[in-house]
């Protein structure tokens, strides 16, 4: 049996929100029916492999340890893939580090207007997911900060020695992958196989990371304050929750 996080009395916003713990077995409550995340199964990491850049198809990655990052994954259909041809044709001809700086702006903007199903709408499915992520906050990964939007997810967090990236986000996938297509009754894909990642390169970076990622949902008109969308770290911090 994997211990999970100590069950803690969480103090209420204003307006109604969803009430959330760190656990996996707290409850949640959506519509009014209560749905009892499910206890999240460890996945065994991959073995040990030297850590530094390496790719998985078109991505590179940069796997730097014990090193803050900024991650985002996305769900399967958040953006087509024509819509990435496209602008990786606009954008051939130019030097590959303003490319990747230009896809990720455009990228960022698209998800944003939230397309598609955007299944983590459903406060059921985006519970599941936010407490995934809060399941091994400082047993695999201290948490700096996180936010689950419609379509897709953003964390910074500093994987713990011997816990490599791959496995973390592997992890937190697959759970949530099969813990969300059982609660809307569907099969096949749920997230895109893959993941961006930037490491943190000093402390101005880390804060300007985590102010991205807690005003994201500000951002993308879907509340006036970041404090305001209970999925994501700027509601914790604001209710003293984590």
Known sequence: MERGHPVRQRAQPAQTLPRFTCSLSALTRSGGQ???APQMKRVKDPAQKTYGWHSRGYLSHF????????ITFRLFDSLPKAVLEEWSLELESQPSEPIDKEMRKRIASYLDQGHCNCYLKDSRVAAIVQN?????????????????????????TTPLPGKPLAGIIQSLKSFTANEANKLLE?????????????????QKHLATA???????PVKAGLCNRAEDW?????????????
Do not use: C
């Open 186 to 202: 569907r099969t096949g894909t749920f997230w895109m196989p893959d993941y961006f990642d930037r490491y943190i390169r000093n």
């Open 34 to 36: 209560d749905v009892r």
């Open 63 to 70: 796997d730097g340890g014990s090193i803050p990052q900024a």
């Open 132 to 156: 995934a992520i809060l399941f091994f906050d400082k047993e695999r990964y201290p948490l700096s900060a996180w936010v689950v939007m419609p379509n897709h997810v953003h964390l910074v």
């Open 230 to 242: 209970p999925f994501g770290s700027a509601w914790f911090r604001a209710h003293r929750e984590w």
């Open 210 to 216: 985590i102010a991205y990622v807690e005003n994201n």
